[in-house]
């Protein structure tokens, strides 16, 4: 059946639903209210005629008074004669004393006398019912000269109160006629506005936005609202629970996903980090992954589903790779998807990454104690970059509802730009990094677009609740918004945004599992390439080369455990890898320098013959070589100051199918929430640390093998895979809300 004419037929239904009961009833009133009309109207007549009886007779009483005297039977006719013109006066008698009438008018009737007869009217005993129709009788007292002569009857007709009756019936029912065709169109149409209003409200509803715009409106609805909301949230945690005990998550089960949800939909991912990087080398152009946890999340998401991955090329072949479109299909040795270079100049990159991005909102959002730095001119080129890959992004958009999944900091405007462009696109924005409190986030000159170009998303994800919780204050704090605690969305410009968590994790299986080296050949290339004695246990931290990863306290907590524990010296050395990253900003120079100053200090106290406590490497390792590192280590650090979610604790927990080695981890990262099993330590305690790293080289093998083996459980099941699949199942059920009410609003 056609919308429009269902929606028809239900108007004409719920029309007559309400009107027929109002005819009804003001039918039963019209009944109730006429006959009682019609007392009133007889009633306020017999005052009426009894006030224009005593006036009469006042007005007669001289004139007549004196011809009575004069007993001038003529002249008295004649006065009564005229008296009785007005044509409610019928006839006109007098009595005397002895009640004998002794003159009266030819119209006076035969059955009235000079005693007031009793009336048939049980209302009035004025009230009497001749042949010729209903009368109102009076007899008044006549005054000569103060002394009573007799009375005057007067004797009127009623049937003008019987036309004013009918008149009065038929005015009465034209009013309720006109009252309840009156009543009814503004019934009806605030019956119409109503379900309008609350048809719109279910629209809204359904796409996630609330009942109304505003709590004040619409109250007496919100505990309808308030059950179906709580239905949802139940059908839908009963359905991720299921989804969880039922679904292994894979490439395979993601493919599914998306060829299921997304049939036909376009995906495209936007960085500033590119997941593969060609630079020119001695022996030509070589191509370098980068040392990221966003691109080794987004990287495994993007193999599954193929799509267009936008970013900015930085590498110095870049340029000599690309097609004509700035395109380059990757991964070189098998092309599962394709990237899209960006380019940006010196200047633009120093204002917008290094500038903005990493003096400004990094040091904001990470709890380091390093006091961030905000420029203007680095603010305008902000803009710009987000401006231009928002550009690229509609570009390379194939439809009008592609999904985006912009990544991390650097775009935070970019969600806003996007829905101007495309505003029927599923925007999903997620902050690798954490959300500082809103004290903190105030200090950002520009925290109000910030937080606006971020409320451009359709989902805004976080690593943890914590961060999600920091986030809604920080908006409720600097924002005009309305915001829905209990499902964590914020209404915003026209806009609704869901705030939630999804933690990140690794790809599992990891994609050398089938061809990775043994752990005791790892164990033993490793000792034979740095010279470490086959006694010597190993401790491993990866790291870029970041004030917020904690490895000059990670230092600080080695030497301790040797201070502490010298029997330790000769045999634990530990193996510091730390990718060089913004190495152009004077912040990161300095923490460069005090790592290797610290590193040269530890090595000169407790080095002794071929000995090295500390073995720093500054330099790029690819992945797979530093999966063999973790497959050697028997401890690895993750000491962060502050961290999102830190994906080095979970690399190292999927390396060891062994099911030995031992993680200890800041309780300042967001894996520290996942990984109950690891040795977690605050960073800042540099002896509780030193003792943490000594418990863990010291473990009984069955207890490192209980540990490892319940977080490989957790890593295995809360994969990359499943974290994507969690925030595309999100939006699919956003989309096809979206959907559902064009339809209805058809």
């Known amino acids: 059946m056609n919308l429009r004419k269902l929606w028809s037929s239900r108007s004409l239904s719920l029309t007559l639903r309400f009107v027929i009961p109002l005819v009804v009833f003001m039918i039963l009133l019209a009944y109730v209210v006429v006959p009682l009309v019609d007392k009133l109207t007889l009633r306020w007549s017999i005052r009426d005629l009894d006030m224009r009886s005593k006036m009469i007779t006042n007005t007669l009483q001289e004139p007549f008074g004196d011809l009575l005297v004069q007993g001038n039977r003529m002249k008295i ?76 009857v007067l004797v009127h007709d009623m049937s003008f109160v019987e036309r004013r009756s009918s008149d009065t019936r038929k005015y009465i029912l034209i009013l309720f006629a006109v009252l309840c065709l009156v009543t009814s169109f503004i019934t009806v149409f605030i019956a119409h506005w109503s379900w309008r209003g609350w048809m719109k409200g279910v629209r809204a509803l359904l796409r996630g936005d609330g009942l109304t715009k505003s709590k004040s409106s619409g109250s007496e609805l919100q505990p ?55 630079v020119k080398g001695k022996d030509g152009i070589q191509i370098q992954r980068p040392a990221s946890g966003l691109v080794t999340a987004v990287e495994a998401v993007m193999r599954a589903c193929s799509g267009i991955w936008i970013a900015h090329g930085g590498g110095t072949a870049d340029h000599d790779v690309v097609d004509k479109n700035d395109h380059f299909a990757v991964p070189p040795e098998h092309p599962e998807y ?31 104690h390093v006091r961030p730095i905000f420029r203007t001119s680095d603010w305008k080129q902000y803009v710009a970059i987000n401006q231009r890959f928002a550009d690229a992004v509609v ?98 410009g026209g806009n609704l945004t869901l705030v939630a968590d999804y933690p990140i994790s690794i790809q599992w299986p990891t994609p050398w599992q089938d061809s990775q080296p043994s752990i005791t050949t790892c164990r033993t290339e490793i000792r034979q390439l740095l010279k470490i004695d086959k006694d010597c246990l190993i401790g491993l931290g990866v790291d870029r080369l970041d004030y ?36 152009a900003l004077e912040e990161y120079q300095n923490f460069d320098a005090s790592v290797r100053a610290l590193t040269t200090q530890i090595n000169l106290r407790f080095s002794k013959e071929s000995y090295l406590p500390v073995h720093l490497k500054v330099e790029h390792h ?116 979206q959907k559902l009410s064009e339809k209805i609003g058809m």
């Not at 990237?339 to 709890?367: D, S, V």
């Not at 050395?573 to 730390?578: D, G, T």
């Open 77 to 152: 006719n004649t006065l009564f004669r005229r008296a009785i013109q007005d044509e409610r006066l019928l006839a006109l008698g007098y009595c005397d004393d002895q009640n004998k009438l002794l003159y009266n008018t030819p119209t006076f009737p035969n059955s009235i006398g000079c005693s007031l007869p009793k009336s048939s009217i049980l209302e009035s005993p004025a009230l009497i019912q001749l042949p010729q129709g209903l009368v109102h009788v009076a007899v008044n007292p006549l005054l000569i000269e103060g002394v009573q002569s007799g009375s005057l």
């Open 224 to 278: 309808l609202v308030s059950d179906l909301r709580a239905l949802l949230r139940t059908i839908d945690a009963e359905r991720r629970i299921a989804d969880d005990v039922t679904l292994s998550w894979n490439p395979e089960t993601l493919r599914n996903l998306l060829y299921k949800q997304f049939a036909g939909e376009q995906i495209i991912v936007v960085s500033n980090r590119e997941p593969y990087i060609h």
């Open 395 to 492: 570009q390379e958009s194939d439809r009008e509802d592609p999904v985006v999944l912009v990544q991390d900091y650097h775009f935070a405007l970019l969600p806003r730009m996007l829905r101007k462009a495309l505003p029927k696109a599923t925007i999903i924005m997620f902050w690798h990094i954490p959300w500082p409190n809103p004290e903190s986030f105030g200090i950002c000159p520009w925290r109000e677009e910030l937080l606006r170009g971020m409320l451009g998303s359709t989902i805004l994800g976080f690593h943890t609740p914590f961060h999600c919780k920091n986030f809604l204050e920080t908006v409720d704090r600097y924002l005009e918004t309305r915001i829905e605690q209990a499902s964590s969305t914020i209404y915003h």
């Open 548 to 583: 917020t990863k904690g490895i000059l306290e990670r230092l600080r907590a080695v030497e301790c455990l040797l201070e502490s524990h010298p029997e330790m010296i000769g045999r634990f050395c530990f193996i510091q890898i730390a990718a060089p990253s913004r190495s």
């Open 622 to 737: 690819e992945p797979v070589d530093v999966n063999r590192y973790y497959r050697a280590a028997d401890v690895c650090m993750v000491t962060s100051l502050h961290d999102g979610m830190n994906l080095v604790a979970k690399e190292y927990v999927a390396a060891r199918d062994d099911e030995r080695g031992v993680l200890i981890l800041s309780r300042f990262t967001g894996a520290a929430h996942e990984l109950y099993e690891a040795l977690i330590v605050n960073p800042y305690h540099i002896e509780q640390t030193a003792d943490a790293l000594y418990q863990a080289l010291t473990m009984p093998e069955f207890e490192q093998q209980a540990r490892m083996r319940s977080m490989r459980s957790m890593v295995r099941d809360f994969n990359v895979y499943r974290w994507a699949a969690r925030m595309l199942l999100d939006a699919a059920r956003i989309r096809q809300r």
């Open 338 to 368: 394709m990237l899209r270079r960006i380019w940006l100049t010196r200047e633009e990159e120093q204002g917008y990454y290094y500038g903005f991005a990493n003096e400004g909102l990094w040091p904001l959002c990470h709890i380091a």
